[in-house]
């Protein structure tokens, strides 16, 4: 893989998700290019809108990526509405979306002991339903996110490490599968 797009963070800057994504931008860029999306730029989903240019920009993100790597926070024992809206712009047309084929790998974030694990299961069915193609590896969750960040710094190099192996494979695995029917990349 040599092209890794990663949506989701909080908008938060200091959030421990947020955290997450750039501590994982400074270790896996030596190995990839690494980009991001401000999914807070986008209007809500409404199909009377067209493809604003935001979603046009959102789109050609996805569609340019290898994988897309998925850290988000679990808001009310699921995805925040942030995401899901910026999910909904560009799983259009049904089916047959930018998400279609697209290797995609969730790591989800929690103050809590359950680590987001709920938002982790939601957006894997989301991604299911979109026909996106899920790296099938243990759940990458992070229990007391806000406790392993400290200063807008993500500092607990465990969970680093762990997450790490875990793209090391996705790399890997996503190459092996492609994208967009079959394609290898």
């Not at 697209?102 to 809590?112: A, D, E, H, I, N």
Request: glycine share 8%; net charge neutral; hydrophobic share 45%.
């Amino acid at each position: 893989m040599s092209k890794l797009l990663i949506l989701g963070p909080s908008l938060r800057e200091a959030s421990s998700s947020a955290a997450l994504a750039r501590a994982l931008t400074k270790r896996m860029s030596p190995k990839m290019a690494i980009s991001t999306f401000e999914i807070g730029q986008l209007p809500h989903y409404n199909a009377d809108l067209g493809k604003p240019d935001a979603v046009a920009e959102l789109i050609a993100a996805i569609d340019a990526a290898d994988g897309v790597l998925f850290v988000t926070p679990e808001y009310n024992y699921s995805i925040p509405g942030v995401l899901k809206n910026a999910i909904d712009w560009a799983s259009r047309p049904a089916y047959a979306s930018v998400f279609r084929g697209k290797p995609c790998f969730v790591v989800t974030t929690s103050g809590g002991a359950m680590g987001g694990v709920r938002a982790q299961s939601h957006l894997k069915y989301i991604l299911n339903g979109m026909l996106a193609r899920v790296f099938p590896w243990q759940e990458a969750i992070v229990p007391f996110a806000n406790k392993k960040t400290e200063e807008g710094r993500f500092a607990d190099e465990e969970t680093i490490s762990f997450i790490e192996t875990a793209l090391n494979a996705f790399a890997d695995w996503a190459r092996l599968v492609g994208t967009k029917e079959g394609q290898e990349i």
